[in-house]
DNA sequence: CAAGTGTACGTACGGTGTACGTCCCTGGAG
DNA sequence: CTCCAGGGACGTACACCGTACGTACACTTG
């Protein structure tokens, strides 16, 4: 009768599945097991707390970032590729997102990305010292964009809502905040995202001229 | 004998204490209760909710940023300043900011920096859509480095502990990430925020060319 | 004085993570 | 075959959580 024995993957799955469903507030050990049509603490077979399911779970969502690096490209379509790859499994796990960005991550789904961006750095030119710099800014920069787009933190349009935020202030306190309520209220994620991206190698660019 | 008669600042100064004292998962109505020497239940005739008293936390903390902007300055003094205002307050109540940036504050302590920034950078002579598009990049790169700062996303050197990620990387696999260790180990926040700040301000500054 | 109002509080309910002990099912040894 | 050891599934139990509800008391107002 048990179609599968019950094991890590699938209780990380299963926990997957219920954060995007119902979102991660949703998520505790008796759900999860009644999803599966287990017993609570059979969990604890496979899983040894709550915290480290939780890091299973960004640590499968991180391992599926799709990276088609070509060494030979050029640097920046190289970085332009992996900055996207980041981004796209925060739209295809849009509730996981947070999960993933907010928890420290030591395993090699999340070195991996690492090496790649910094041996295409090191490639394009940059010293070591130097490339982890400009990784971590790339990465500031993309866990931020990331977070709005989940809706965490705001686009000052609420996610899904009437707008509230924007709409509502007054117009003396906050001339631009309601003369750009418009502006500020719609936010195409996608063209932003590669907006600043573009913004943000080209200053790496002119970075690297002295080295080149 | 009550010194002072319970009211919704004294109760998210308690949570804002408890929280930098002891870490945002060891908030709990009973907790701060405990500490204000209160029952329970008092709490609520102040606050309506848990998740509302950690909004007045986010908006506490929000509302005391410095801004000391001038409006005569250059403007790229005055995006330096408003973002170094904006991690200052990082600094001063780390274990809050994940609290602050995690939550959709729709308050007016949310809203007067945007109005700051939006007015620099129309003062720039940016357009209104223009200004929210930098605007935007600009949040996503601060709070990325907050969020970096203050632990949550890897710094790859786990907070105030022996280096377990970066250092047990194996070569053969990561030989970037383990060639760099050392780098890639210790983070002087500040001078990488300072250095991604400059890039972005530099890069914004070419954006402006063409409207000048 | 009486009535009304708001704050503090205790109790109680349904939920949480998980430590512990018990069952049963399997596989190998004799 | 029997017998036994080991491991997975499970139920119970505990401490803690947020908070709905009812009560008791201090105060203002008439």
Wanted: one cysteine or more.
């Amino acid at each position: 009768m048990p179609a599968e024995p019950l094991s890590r993957p699938r209780i990380v799955a299963a926990a997957i599945d219920l954060i995007e469903r119902e979102g991660a507030d949703a998520v505790s050990m008796r759900r999860i097991a009644a999803d599966l049509g287990v017993g609570v603490m059979s969990l604890y077979n496979h899983v040894p707390s709550k915290s480290a399911l939780l890091d299973g779970v960004a640590e499968a969502v991180l391992s599926q970032i799709e990276f088609t690096d070509d060494p030979d490209a050029e640097w920046t379509d190289r970085v332009r590729m992996q900055a996207r790859a980041f981004r796209q499994i925060a739209h295809h796990y849009p509730r996981c997102t947070m999960v993933v960005v907010s928890r420290q991550l030591n395993s090699t789904a999340g070195l991996l990305p690492v090496e790649r961006a910094l041996s295409t750095l090191r490639d394009a030119g940059f010293g070591g010292r130097e490339a982890v710099r400009v990784l971590r800014v790339f990465i500031a920069y993309i866990v931020g964009s990331l977070l709005r787009e989940v809706g965490v933190t705001p686009t000052f349009a609420p996610v899904h809502r009437p707008d509230i935020a924007v709409a509502d202030a007054d117009p003396l306190l906050f001339p631009q905040v309601s003369g750009l309520a418009g502006p500020l209220a719609d936010c195409d994620h996608e063209a932003e995202f590669e907006f600043g991206l573009e913004m943000l190698i080209q200053a790496v660019a002119v970075q690297l001229k002295p080295y080149g």
